[in-house]
Structures are given as C-alpha cells and as structure tokens.
C-alpha cells in the first residue's frame, strides 16, 4: 500500500515517481496519512493537524515553515522538516534578473519595438548596475548568492541588515533597515516571512531608498507594505520594483492590478525558485527527511520546535 502522503503543494511526475519508487503513496484520505508535504505559505494548521490523525510529519518542500503550526506540531509529536538551500540559486539567479530587468526597463523597451519604435524614439535614461551601492535584507542561503554574484559579477558594494550580523561575512551590517536603504541604490528582500517580518519594508524604508533607488522582493510578498510601495511608485520616491511575490499569496494578489499599471515594474508569478535542477535537489531532500523519519533516524533537516 505505500506511506500514506498527503501533498498541499503541486507535484511534479518526476516528484510522484520519486516518491512511488521509495515506497509512498500520495492520498487524500485523512485516516490514511502519516506525512504532509507542504510550503512555507500554505504551512499546516493545528485545526488540519486534528484532521489528520496518523500524522507522523510535516515536510517543507522549500526553505520557508512559516504557516506549520509548530506548537501543535510539538504537543502531538509530529516532526517536522524542510529543504533549506534546494532553490537558493535559482531564486539568486532570477533576484538579479528582476533587478536588471526593472533598472534597464527591459518590458517598457519591449514593448515600444513591438509598437515600432526604435532607438532614436526612446527616452527612458536606465541605471547600470556596476559599481552600485546593493542593500540585501535577510543575508541567508539566498541573500548570500544574492551577494555573490552582485559583488563578483557585478562589482556592486554589498550592505545587508539582519536581526543580527552574520558572523565572518565581509559585507557590511546596517543594524537599521533605514540605514541601510537610505545607503543603497537597490534593495533587495530576501528575508523569509512571518509575523516578524511583515511590512519590514514600509513607507520609511521606501522614503529611504529614494527616488533614484529600486526595490527587488524575491523573499515573501508579506514582507513589504503593498499599499506603501504603490504609494510610491505612484509619487516617484523610488525609481521602480521587480517582484516575484506579492502580498495575498498564494490567490492572484487583489492589489495586483493596481502594481501592473506602472511601466517601472516587473512582475515574475512567484517562480524565481522554479528549475529542474532545484526540483530535483528539493525531492532528493523530501525523501531524506521522510526516508529517516520512517527508518527512526535523525532528520538530516529537522525544523526547531519554535520558528
């Protein structure tokens, strides 16, 4: 019959063979399910933990816990686990996408060729990166290869705010958001989400930044103020944003709409971490996490009790 698994998040063929072939079977029936694969948005809540009453574990397919219940978690004895790092370079790849994209106006100067246009018609003065001043907030896995290829590819002098500075970095620690957007030309969110985080960028941070300055967010949408943000993009106190997640998620972002009249944004569908290579490295470490639960062995990605 296989592990029972209930998945609240899309499988892959490649994720459902992976699975069959180590002796799961994916169901939706709650008497039958003893692991749950999951994200960090969609989490697990103690009231559907109370439906599920051979619940053994919870996986993350992702970096992100942040929706698992992890006090109900800890009171019934479920473990619980995630996929630290799987997409770090995907999404590190696509952040420095979203950031050339917004500051060269890459959509606004395709669509004026489509319309005909060429280069003598166009207008539109866009920043280089080299050389620029790039604020990271949340220096983990992904700010980290955020700052990597900013710093190497790029030239770009790297700052970064964290709750606490990360020890043996060579980049330089703002203990203010402030500080650190009022320092930089473009600001990039890596920072996961959660209460702690939520609207970390708002209309200060935002003034900050300046009307020269861009805002890239790969981290969680909830990390920045929507309404804050098209506030400013609508009176030019920044230059423009590349997002790939907005506030609302995972429903079509109702201020979504709103985000796509202006012609100095670029908007990606929450996809930065989406590629084959990352794909299979998260199944690899699903089936790692659910392989030891099952044997009676440590998880080599346990989730602490608290977040």
Same mark, same amino acid.
């Not at 994916?26 to 933990?49: I, K």
């Not at 770090?88 to 420095?96: E, G, N, Q, R, T």
């Not at 866009?126 to 983990?140: D, E, H, N, V």
């Not at 650190?180 to 209460?195: K, S």
């Given at each position: 019959?296989?592990? @029972?698994?209930?998945?609240?998040?899309?499988?892959?063929?490649?994720?459902?063979?992976?699975?069959?072939?180590?002796?799961?079977?994916?169901?939706?029936?709650?008497?039958?399910?003893?692991?749950?694969?999951?994200?960090?948005?969609? @989490?697990?809540?103690?009231?559907?933990?109370?439906?599920?009453?051979?619940?053994?574990?919870?996986?993350?397919?992702?970096?992100?816990?942040?929706?698992?219940?992890? =006090?109900?978690?800890?009171?019934? @004895?479920?473990? &619980?686990?995630?996929?630290?790092?799987?997409?770090?370079?995907?999404?590190?790849?696509?952040?420095?996408?979203?950031?050339?994209?917004?500051? /060269?106006?890459?959509?606004?100067? =395709? /669509?004026?060729?489509?319309?005909?246009?060429?280069?003598?018609?166009?207008?539109?003065?866009?920043?280089?990166?080299?050389?620029?001043?790039? @604020?990271?907030?949340? +220096?983990?896995?992904?700010?980290?290869?955020?700052?990597?290829?900013?710093?190497?590819?790029?030239? +770009?002098?790297?700052?970064?705010?964290?709750?606490?500075?990360?020890?043996?970095?060579?980049?330089?620690?703002?203990?203010?958001?402030?500080?650190?957007?009022?320092?930089?030309?473009?600001?990039?969110?890596?920072?996961?989400?959660?209460?702690?985080?939520?609207?970390?960028?708002?209309?200060?941070?935002?003034?900050?930044?300046?009307?020269?300055?861009?805002?890239?967010?790969?981290?969680?949408?909830? &990390?920045?103020?929507?309404?804050?943000?098209?506030?400013?993009?609508?009176?030019?106190?920044?230059?423009?944003?590349?997002?790939?997640?907005?506030?609302?998620?995972?429903?079509?972002?109702?201020?979504?709409?709103?985000?796509?009249?202006?012609?100095?944004?670029?908007?990606?569908?929450?996809?930065?971490?989406?590629?084959?290579?990352?794909?299979?490295?998260?199944?690899?470490?699903?089936?790692?996490?659910?392989?030891?639960?099952?044997?009676?062995?440590?998880?080599?990605?346990?989730?602490?009790?608290?977040?």
């Amino acid at each position: 019959m296989g592990i @029972g698994v209930l998945a609240l998040v899309r499988l892959s063929p490649e994720r459902v063979a992976g699975l069959t072939a180590a002796g799961y079977a994916v169901r939706e029936a709650g008497d039958t399910v003893r692991a749950v694969l999951t994200n960090g948005r969609g @989490g697990l809540s103690g009231d559907e933990m109370a439906l599920l009453p051979k619940l053994e574990i919870v996986c993350a397919a992702g970096a992100g816990y942040e929706a698992v219940d992890l =006090d109900t978690a800890r009171s019934r @004895g479920i473990a &619980v686990a995630n996929c630290p790092g799987t997409n770090a370079s995907a999404v590190a790849d696509s952040a420095m996408m979203l950031l050339m994209a917004s500051t /060269r106006h890459l959509l606004q100067a =395709d /669509r004026f060729v489509r319309a005909g246009g060429w280069q003598d018609q166009w207008r539109v003065d866009t920043p280089t990166l080299s050389g620029k001043r790039l @604020g990271i907030l949340g +220096m983990g896995t992904i700010g980290s290869k955020i700052a990597h290829r900013a710093a190497r590819g790029f030239d +770009m002098e790297i700052g970064y705010h964290n709750r606490t500075a990360v020890t043996g970095s060579s980049y330089r620690y703002f203990p203010s958001l402030i500080e650190l957007a009022t320092w930089a030309d473009f600001l990039i969110c890596a920072a996961p989400g959660g209460a702690t985080t939520r609207h970390l960028v708002n209309a200060s941070v935002l003034a900050a930044l300046g009307p020269n300055g861009y805002l890239v967010n790969i981290g969680r949408g909830t &990390v920045v103020d929507t309404a804050a943000l098209i506030d400013a993009l609508r009176a030019k106190r920044i230059a423009g944003a590349g997002l790939d997640v907005v506030e609302g998620e995972p429903s079509v972002p109702p201020r979504l709409p709103e985000l796509l009249q202006f012609e100095n944004v670029v908007i990606t569908p929450h996809c930065a971490g989406r590629a084959p290579e990352a794909r299979d490295a998260a199944t690899a470490v699903i089936l790692a996490n659910l392989n030891a639960h099952f044997a009676g062995k440590p998880l080599p990605h346990p989730v602490p009790p608290k977040a």
